[in-house]
């Protein structure tokens, strides 16, 4: 672990140089982590490539700022979670946004579903069902780690407001799960 | 097994299963990627140098600036010549009317303007002293100039300017004055 993590502070290293295939190393080792990061806010392929461009090109623009003090990894998932942010700001004015109550009534408060044996994919492609405004506030807050105040800059929404549609994002997830459980019994 | 699940067990679920995502990006990204990061790269490079070509441009262009300025400067002092000119004044006019050459008319049209006489008169004193070397009354005198450097001029002039006055007695006009400025 001591020895990958020396490993890695003298790729950056390198790559703070300019050094281009140090950033075809950086790049072969954290794009898939990158481009799974991308495809979890952009809910489409062609979207995730557009923000993994624009993000890698930033992460290599701004490496310099970098300390090796702070999790390379971490600080990768920022840019590209800034990128798609950025990205979903940039086209919310082009796409309806439904409110989460005409969507889904939530009937049973932290009811959950029966049996947590759900697989990545089958969490992904039920978060994806969220509306996108709150869909994007509990990636951020429930998977990423930011906090509600964050969240509110970073969306241009109210703190109030990011809270309360966390609060209704996991209502309606459980739900969903809980459904999507239920379907599975019965098969 | 129905579980009811609090907030922060479900977020935690939630966050686990995320823990290790991973994702292959096609190919052709990684092109992409690189190929506008060289871009990018060339793009800094053209403006560094372009700016070297801007620095430089504007030193020469402040260096030649700087050298204008200094030969202005150098160029102003043959201003006060004319100061200096007069002296040869009545010398010429004098020597001009006794010889009656061919450069005398020219000396005449200087008369007309007073201002230019004062340029022009340095010029043809030299023409005169010229002519007047010539003149084998003035040997010793021509001698005794070319024997002394350039600063005995004064000297010169004051010595020779009683001859003069007793000379033409009447025109004792410009003599003293114009050896007075130039000491």
């Known amino acids: 672990m001591r020895a990958m993590e020396a490993a890695d502070i003298h790729i950056i290293e390198r790559c703070k140089k300019g050094d281009s295939n140090a950033q075809r190393q950086v790049y072969a080792r954290y794009s898939s982590m990158m481009f799974a990061v991308a495809i ?52 919310q004015k082009h796409q309806f946004q439904l409110d989460i109550e005409e969507v889904h009534a939530t009937p049973n408060d932290f009811e959950a579903f029966k049996e947590i044996d759900f697989t990545k994919d089958e969490l992904a492609k039920a978060i994806a069902q969220l509306p996108k405004g709150y869909g994007m506030v509990f990636k951020l807050y429930v998977i990423d780690g930011f906090k509600h105040k964050e969240i509110a800059e970073q969306l241009g929404i109210d703190l109030n407001t990011s809270k309360s549609q966390l609060s209704r994002a996991r209502r309606y997830l459980q739900d969903v799960l809980h459904a999507m459980s239920q379907r599975a019994k019965k098969e | 097994m129905q579980k009811k699940m609090k907030n922060e067990e479900f ?48 030193l020469a262009y402040g260096v030649n600036g700087t050298m204008n300025t200094t030969r202005v400067v150098t160029e102003t002092p043959p201003v006060a010549v004319p100061v200096a000119a007069p002296v040869a004044m009545p010398v010429t006019l004098e020597v001009l009317d006794q010889e009656e050459q061919p450069i005398q008319k020219q000396e005449v049209h200087d008369d007309v303007l007073p201002a230019a006489a004062a340029a022009s008169a340095s010029i043809v004193l030299e023409d005169t002293d010229a002519v007047e070397n010539a003149r084998p009354d003035n040997l010793e005198a021509v001698a005794s100039r070319s024997v002394q450097p350039v600063v005995s001029n004064s000297q010169e002039n004051s010595q020779e300017l009683p001859a003069i006055l007793h000379e033409t007695d009447s025109e004792v006009w410009v003599m003293p004055a114009t050896v007075r400025v130039k000491e």
Do not use: C
Not at chain 1, 57 to 72: D, G, L, Q, T, Y
Not at chain 2, 28 to 45: D, L, P, T, V, W
């Open chain 1, 40 to 91: 979890r806010y952009t809910n489409a392929r062609v979207d995730a490539e557009d923000v993994m461009q624009e993000a890698w090109i930033k992460v290599f623009r701004h490496i310099k700022s970098f300390s090796e003090h702070n999790s390379f990894e971490g600080w990768l998932r920022r840019i590209v979670v800034n990128t798609a942010i950025t990205h979903y700001r940039r086209n």
């Open chain 2, 11 to 58: 977020d935690h679920y939630i966050q686990s299963q995320f823990a290790d995502e991973a994702i292959t990006p096609p190919q052709q990204i990684e092109g992409a990627i690189f190929a506008a990061m060289a871009k990018n790269s060339r793009r800094k490079k053209l403006g560094v140098i372009g700016t070297g070509i801007l620095v430089l441009g504007a």
